[in-house]
């Protein structure tokens, strides 16, 4: 089920919040172009969008942590690492077997669904970190 940003996701930083918001707009793309089924190309455009999406995002997000010493931004970049591993095999998929209603499906879970966890398990902890006023290094 396509889900839009809310307040719940918000983890009180405005500019991580419009991000997030444009990752769920940048997965409901993809998810949309699979299932409009208008070819392979079309849906590999939406797809090198999220990437480059969430590669600025995720560049954001590791440039704040690393700004407020974060003590726990190894393991989040790990995170962030294996968010681009499912989406080649993603990739993989699409080339093997082309757009289908399952495709689309798993666009959606390691996308859309692994944000929303991603937000509440992850993004929260760091965001916590930042307004208890961690030191901002030079
Ligand atoms: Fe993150």
Redesign the pocket.
């Known amino acids: 089920m396509l889900k839009d940003w809310s307040e719940v996701y918000s983890v009180g930083i405005d500019e991580i919040d419009e991000q997030h918001r444009g990752f769920f707009d940048a997965s409901h793309r993809l998810y949309e172009e699979i299932i409009e089924r208008r070819g392979k190309e079309a849906v590999t455009t939406a797809l090198a969008f999220m990437r480059d999406y969430a590669e600025r995002h995720?560049t954001t997000?590791e440039a704040f942590m690393r700004a407020h010493a974060y003590p726990d931004i190894k393991d989040?970049l790990h995170?962030?690492a294996a968010f681009f591993h499912r989406l080649d095999e993603l990739e993989q998929e699409l080339g093997m077997f082309g757009p289908s209603q399952d495709l689309a499906d798993r666009a959606l879970d390691i996308t859309q669904d692994w944000l929303i966890d991603?937000i509440a398990d992850?993004?929260m902890l760091y965001a916590l970190h930042v307004k208890s006023g961690a030191r901002v290094s030079a």
């Open positions: 995720f997000e989040h995170m962030h991603h992850e993004d």
